[in-house]
Nanobody, 129 residues
Framework: QVQLVESGVGSVQSGGSLRLSCAVS???????????MGWFRQTPGKDYEGVAL??????NYADSVKGRFTISHDNVNGTLYLQMNSLKPEDTAMYYC?????????????????????WGQGTQVTVSS
């Protein structure tokens, strides 16, 4: 079993920055270096949207966040990060840390949320105009 615990909930004005963190732990933690991990987001009434993916080979971003968001993983403390800059009101959503995503980061988000094995509890990000 794997646990994903997110932190970094917050509100910010348009143009501001936030950093989300996700602590990864559990019995399968030794496998994490082989996993594709990332962040999805969801707004009420809409499907989950892939935001960013990372594995040992590459990173990948949704077109809507390219150049503004940066995903990283600290292999020492086992924490996944999402640095979000130049935030826009349309970035307002519940953000979910995910782990053990089918495929590789370079494959993008075609697999969708059904291809994710582990989910965090979600953290709300609100960007006001």
């Amino acid at each position: 079993q794997v646990q994903l615990v997110e932190s970094g909930v917050g509100s910010v004005q348009s143009g501001g920055s936030l950093r989300l963190s996700c602590a990864v732990s559990g019995d399968s933690y030794s496998d994490v270096h082989d996993w594709c991990m990332g962040w999805f987001r969801q707004t009420p009434g809409k499907d989950y949207e892939g935001v960013a993916l990372i594995d040992r080979y590459a990173t990948n971003y949704a077109d809507s966040v390219k150049g503004r968001f940066t995903i990283s993983h600290d292999n020492v403390n086992g924490t996944l990060y999402l640095q979000m800059n130049s935030l826009k009101p349309e970035d307002t959503a519940m953000y979910y840390c995910v782990a053990d995503v089918i495929g590789r980061a370079e494959d993008g988000f075609a697999v969708g949320p059904t291809g994710v094995a582990y989910w965090g509890q979600g953290t709300q990000v609100t960007v006001s105009s």
